[in-house]
């Protein structure tokens, strides 16, 4: 049976704990449009028509993009009542109506023209596009493995400076297990655009020209090895 080092070190067998780092920059894979398509009428049901109607709109504009526009998902919807501020008798003035759509593209020569596209519709309101890697990105794998490569190297630095060598690596856990905060990412890039009532222009707006805002990939670990004896 062999002798192991002991996982908390001694005096001929020290133990050395380092942290190893990767910081990536990556083109962007998607992005995510904020729309709110809005309505106002003097009754309720004259809010909601119209709603429905421009949410309708907004949809199957969407869809004419076929696989570029990834994902479709509408979110909160209201109908809220408008009182008047006259008097101690409060009356419902108007209704106003939201629908909240998220598009998600991932075909970013279609973004400018679909976002102009949106933005040219009656009460309708964009946000964004918000840039961002896909949660299954290789990205996060590939800077995990440098964040190792990188402890693994500053480990050897260590030990070399001591006259010793890695003899086992007895740890490596990543800095979430151990309830530290990672680094915040950089905020993500957007604008707003909104389109109020009015007929639709006798010319479509030109597509904007977006730029796709590199992403930045962090990954920390923290790594503990047990050393060969030092030669001091």
């Given at each position: 049976m062999t002798d192991t080092p002991y996982p908390y070190g001694t005096p001929d067998h020290p133990r050395l704990a380092v942290r190893g780092e990767a910081r990536l920059e990556i083109d962007p894979e998607i992005a995510r449009v904020g729309i709110t398509v809005s309505a106002r009428g003097k009754d309720r049901r004259a809010a909601l028509d119209d709603l429905t109607r421009r949410n309708t709109t907004v949809l199957e504009l969407a869809r004419t993009y076929g696989e570029a526009v990834e994902k479709l998902e509408t979110g909160a919807f209201s109908i809220t009542p408008e009182l008047t501020q006259r008097g101690r008798d409060e009356k419902i003035r108007a209704y106003h109506g939201r629908v909240h759509i998220t598009a998600v593209l991932g075909d970013f020569t279609a973004l400018g023209e679909f976002t102009t596209r949106i933005a040219d519709l009656d009460m309708t309101r964009i946000d964004g596009p918000w840039w961002n890697l896909r949660p299954d990105s290789s990205a996060h794998g590939e800077a995990r493995r440098?964040?190792?490569?990188?402890?693994?190297?500053?480990?050897?630095?260590?030990?070399?400076?001591?006259?010793?060598?890695?003899?086992?690596?007895?740890?490596?856990?990543?800095?979430?297990?151990?309830?530290?905060?990672?680094?915040?990412?950089?905020?993500?890039?957007?604008?707003?655009?909104?389109?109020?009532?009015?007929?639709?222009?006798?010319?479509?707006?030109?597509?904007?020209?977006?730029?796709?805002?590199?992403?930045?990939?962090?990954?920390?670990?923290?790594?503990?090895?047990i050393m060969t004896p030092p030669n001091l």
């Open positions: 440098q964040a190792v490569r990188e402890a693994v190297k500053r480990a050897r630095e260590y030990a070399d400076a001591v006259g010793a060598g890695l003899a086992a690596l007895v740890e490596l856990a990543d800095l979430g297990a151990e309830n530290t905060a990672p680094p915040m990412p950089a905020a993500p890039g957007g604008y707003g655009l909104t389109r109020g009532y009015g007929g639709a222009p006798a010319e479509a707006a030109p597509a904007l020209d977006l730029e796709p805002q590199r992403q930045t990939v962090y990954a920390q670990v923290n790594a503990r090895f």
